[in-house]
């Protein structure tokens, strides 16, 4: 005999209702058919009298009174009614972005060790919630709700205790959210403003920042770095965001609106938790990926950098190789850690590298150096894929 929830879709329990059905006699028992419910459908509980709501025969099974409610927070359709309340495996469709599975191993999942960081989803007067998630590395360790119109002084109140330790505080920053963005800055909050509208910086993959940060959050779900989500209506929000892909490819993330048409309430808690982990994608992509991980194989424990900007022109977006840098504006380079290049004719410092030789960008003097391009694949060529990237202005 094997009993259980049907919430996880995979593993032994679920593989007995499904490839290996033909040798087990399977049962299915739905809320609907405990004592508590006999006799009644949904249709039928949603008439019941407010003071019949109570009147269970057993009240250590599943109440009258919970079903009414899930069937309004959840609803026909959504993955946790067909799991929690009809006892059926959850079926998803193919646009949700997180899977029940994945967040049921994370309620499931616990310890990990990391900084600490939070995120802030600020609600308007009259508006739903305002939710705050704090997180040690995948850990969650708070989430709180309020639905007060003016809740600073709770959020400052919950936010003291990790004030000290606190490596960085998202804030959703549109609308309402910069007022409260503003009032903890000015309190010593080591604050981020997120405005999710905004461009994102892989707009190849990604519709604006919204899409880029949900996503990540995704991956991280999908990968088991999420642990302690014990919040029910957390999960149950998660559980409901949609995403598409528009005529460019790109990630969207269904819009507030879209979702209340299809009767969802906005996914307070679930973006103040989206919020929290947002900073945990890598900050430049892929390619800054490819550079940390250039830097680990290569054990590079000290790596050099090159100046804030150019000592010539004054920009700030340099090229880096594997020991040199290179403005891309005026041309003037220089290695890594050490002074600027200067040309040995006329002393100018808008000295640019040309293969294996120096040219001076002032008079036309080239003499001799060595070519930065490195083996393909190596260090100096993921920082400079990297910095490439960097350099160009992705918001315009």
């Not at 509980?45 to 919970?66: A, G, K």
């Amino acid at each position: 005999m094997a009993v259980g929830n049907p919430v996880i879709s995979s593993g032994p329990f679920y593989d007995i209702f499904t490839e290996n059905r033909e040798n087990w006699n399977t049962i299915t028992i739905s809320a609907f058919d405990t004592p508590n419910l006999a006799g009644l459908t949904p249709e039928l509980l949603l008439e019941v009298p407010e003071h019949e709501l109570d009147s269970n025969p057993y009240p250590y099974l599943t109440t009258r009174r919970w079903v009414k409610e899930k069937y309004g927070e959840w609803g026909p359709g959504h993955p946790l009614w067909e799991a929690r309340v009809l006892g059926n495996f959850p079926t998803q469709s193919e646009d949700a972005l997180f899977s029940l599975t994945w967040l049921e191993q994370a309620k499931l999942r616990s310890g990990g060790d990391g900084d600490l960081y939070a995120g802030l989803d600020v609600a308007g007067p009259g508006e739903d919630e305002t939710v705050l998630c704090v997180r040690r590395g995948p850990m969650i360790l708070l989430l709180c709700s309020w639905a007060n119109r003016d809740p600073r002084g709770d959020v400052v109140a919950a936010l003291r205790p990790y004030k000290d330790s606190i490596k960085g505080l998202n804030i959703d920053s549109a609308g309402i959210g910069y007022y409260m963005a503003q009032h903890l800055e000015d309190l010593g909050f080591p604050v981020t403003q997120v405005n999710v509208g905004e461009r994102s910086g892989n707009s190849d993959k990604f519709f604006n920042k919204k899409a880029e940060i949900y996503w990540t959050a995704r991956m991280r779900a999908e990968a088991g770095e999420i642990a302690g989500l014990l919040d029910e209506r957390a999960i149950a929000q998660l559980v409901g965001i949609r995403y598409s892909h528009n005529s460019r490819g790109q990630v969207v993330i269904e819009s507030k609106e879209g979702a209340r048409k299809r009767g969802v309430k906005s996914p307070d808690r679930a973006e103040a938790i989206i919020l929290a982990f947002a900073d945990l994608a890598p900050a430049d992509g892929l390619f800054e990926w490819y550079r940390q991980e250039a830097e680990k194989a290569m054990g590079q424990k000290d790596v050099v950098h090159p100046p804030a900007s150019c000592p010539n022109c004054g920009n700030q977006f340099l090229a880096q190789y594997s020991e040199e840098w290179r403005c891309g504006q005026c041309g003037t380079a220089g290695r890594m850690g050490e002074a600027s290049l200067t040309c040995p004719n006329c002393k100018s410092t808008a000295v640019a590298r040309i293969g294996p030789e120096c040219r001076c960008s002032q008079c036309g003097v080239q003499f001799g150096g060595k070519s930065p391009i490195s083996n393909p694949f190596s260090l100096g060529d993921a920082l400079r894929i990297t910095d490439a990237q960097r350099g160009f202005d992705w918001r315009g």
